[in-house]
Nanobody, 121 residues
Framework: QVQLVESGGGLVQPGGSLRLSCAAS????????MSWYRQAPGKERELVAR???????DYVDSVKGRFTISRDNGKNTVYLQMNSLKPEDTAVYFC???????????????WGQGTQVIVSS
C-alpha cells in the first residue's frame, strides 16, 4: 500500500508565501519524478512543477520565478515553496509521484488527496 499525503495549504494574502509538503509512505522500492498539480474551480487540472529523481525541474510559465519545487529523497518527500502568491494561484494543489512499490516491476502514478490554497485579501 502506497499513499501520498499533502500538507501546508491555507489562506494567505496576495504577495504572501506558503510551503506545501507531500510525503510518500508505504511499501516503496523507488520513486522517479514527483510533481505538483493544481485545479482551480471550473478549470482543468494543470501541471505546476515537476522534479526528477536527480533534481532536474520544470515549471509552468505562470509560476516561474515565484515557485520552487524540491525533494528530500531520504524522506520520500516533495515540497513546493510558493512566494509572491497571486489570487490566480487559488486552487486545490495535488502532488503526484511515479512510484515502484516493493515486490513489483513497474512504476505507477500515485496521487495525494489535495490541499486547498486560497490567495485573498
Amino acid at each position: 500500500q502506497v499513499q501520498l499525503v499533502e500538507s501546508g495549504g491555507g489562506l494567505v494574502q496576495p504577495g504572501g508565501s506558503l510551503r506545501l509538503s507531500c510525503a510518500a509512505s508505504g511499501r516503496i522500492f523507488s520513486i522517479n519524478a514527483m510533481s505538483w498539480y493544481r485545479q482551480a474551480p471550473g478549470k482543468e487540472r494543470e501541471l505546476v512543477a515537476r522534479i526528477t529523481r536527480f533534481g532536474s525541474t520544470d515549471y509552468v510559465d505562470s509560476v516561474k520565478g515565484r515557485f520552487t519545487i524540491s525533494r528530500d529523497n531520504g524522506k520520500n518527500t516533495v515540497y513546493l515553496q510558493m512566494n509572491s502568491l497571486k489570487p490566480e494561484d487559488t486552487a486545490v494543489y495535488f502532488c503526484s509521484a511515479q512510484i515502484k512499490p516493493l515486490g513489483t516491476s513497474y512504476f505507477g502514478d500515485y496521487w495525494g488527496q489535495g490541499t486547498q490554497v486560497i490567495v485573498s485579501s
